[in-house]
C-alpha cells in the first residue's frame, strides 16, 4: 500500500526558509514524476511544483524563482526547498503525483508571519 509522509513544516518569518520532505513507501519511486501541493484555508488545493522522472521542473507562477523540488530516488524521497517566504505561502503541504491520484498523506503546515 502506497504511503506518503510529509515533514518539515513550521513557523517561520516573512522572507525565511524551510525545506520539506516527502517520504514515497510502497509506490514505485524512480520512474515516476511527482509533485507538491498546497491548500490553505478556504481555498482549494493548488499544483505548486512537479518534478518529471528526468529531474525536468515546473512551478507554478505565484512560487517561481523561490521554491524548488528536487528528488531522490534512492531514498524515494522528493523535497521542496522554500525561500524567501510570503504569508501568502501558508497552507497545508503536500505531495502526490501529478494526477493525485495516490492516497493523501497528512501534509505538512507551513506558516509563514508578516
Known amino acids: 500500500q502506497v504511503q506518503l509522509v510529509e515533514s518539515g513544516g513550521g513557523l517561520v518569518q516573512a522572507g525565511g526558509s524551510l525545506t520539506l520532505s516527502c517520504a514515497a513507501s510502497?509506490?514505485?519511486?524512480?520512474?515516476?514524476?511527482w509533485s507538491w501541493y498546497r491548500q490553505a484555508p478556504e481555498k482549494q488545493r493548488e499544483l505548486v511544483a512537479t518534478?518529471?522522472?528526468?529531474?525536468?521542473?515546473n512551478y507554478a507562477d505565484s512560487v517561481k524563482a523561490r521554491f524548488s523540488i528536487s528528488r531522490d530516488n534512492a531514498k524515494a524521497t522528493v523535497n521542496l526547498q522554500m525561500n524567501n517566504l510570503k504569508p501568502e505561502d501558508t497552507a497545508v503541504y503536500f505531495c502526490?503525483?501529478?494526477?493525485?491520484?495516490?492516497?493523501w498523506g497528512q501534509g505538512t503546515q507551513v506558516t509563514v508571519s508578516s
Open positions: 518534478i518529471s522522472p528526468g529531474g525536468a521542473r
Open positions: 502526490n503525483h501529478p494526477n493525485g491520484r495516490l492516497p
Open positions: 510502497g509506490s514505485i519511486f524512480a520512474p515516476s514524476a
